[in-house]
């Protein structure tokens, strides 16, 4: 039973440059979220999924893209990398919004 | 509007002693509660949560939480501290009717030997 799997686990980018950050979960949860850690701000969220074909925006929406076309899946895009944009991702599942969330063990994302 | 503040950036405790981790939050209406705990290059991990019923909730690995209506407050203890213990622990609100978790901005908890 793997949980919430993130890939890669490490990446460097150049400004500009586009990635998509992979979550996949193998716990059917309907409910699936992106966060970003940065030091002593917490986690915030970036846009959660509360099941396939549904999307919405979180606190911090601007310069990523979501999609969920299946319950398993839910990448996160960055169109145009900015150095603003290093930090830690977090993708997270639970079986709705209201249960306790799964964590992947992070994406560390660097922008030069 | 849903905010969560940890008032402390780190707590320093001994090995045996009781520890508290503050929590307060705001909400409108009724909350749900949460305290995770993270480890270096890990993701969170859930250690148990506030929903209703009884104010004093136990969770995984000894610890447990009083939820306090009147102070807005959910804070984090354990009776006597383990030097695992060590790590950095964030306190998340969600308010009834809402989709959305937000978290505060974590408490680093060192525990000495």
């Known amino acids: 039973n793997a949980g919430v799997t993130q890939t890669p686990k490490f990446q460097v980018l150049k400004t500009g440059q586009s990635m998509t950050l992979q979550c996949a979960q193998d716990?059917?949860?309907?409910?699936m979220s992106w966060y970003r850690q940065d030091p002593g701000m917490g986690l915030r969220l970036i846009h959660y999924s509360v099941g396939a074909g549904i999307t919405d925006q979180g606190e911090v929406p601007n310069g990523y893209n979501v999609s969920r076309s299946t319950t398993e899946d839910f990448p996160l895009r960055l169109l145009s990398a900015a150095p603003s944009q290093t930090s830690v991702y977090f993708c997270?599942?639970?079986?709705?919004?209201?249960?306790?969330?799964?964590f992947g063990d992070g994406t560390r994302l660097s922008i030069l | 509007a849903q905010s969560v503040a940890q008032p402390e950036d780190q707590v320093n405790v001994a090995e045996g002693n009781p520890l508290t981790v503050k929590c307060t939050y705001s909400v409108s209406g009724n909350p749900y509660l949460f305290w995770y705990v993270q480890y270096p290059n890990r993701g969170l991990q859930f250690l148990l949560k506030y929903i209703t019923g009884d104010n004093l909730v136990k969770g995984s690995y000894g610890f447990e939480a009083e939820f306090n209506k009147s102070q807005t407050s959910f804070h984090l203890k354990k009776p006597s501290a383990l030097v695992s213990d060590s790590a950095l622990y964030f306190c998340?609100?969600?308010?009834?009717?809402?989709?959305?978790?937000?978290f505060g901005t974590g408490t680093r908890l060192l525990v000495s030997p």
């Open positions: 998340a609100v969600r308010a009834t009717g809402f989709q959305k978790l937000v």
């Open positions: 997270a599942s639970s079986p709705d919004s209201h249960q306790p969330q799964h």
């Open positions: 716990m059917n949860h309907e409910y």
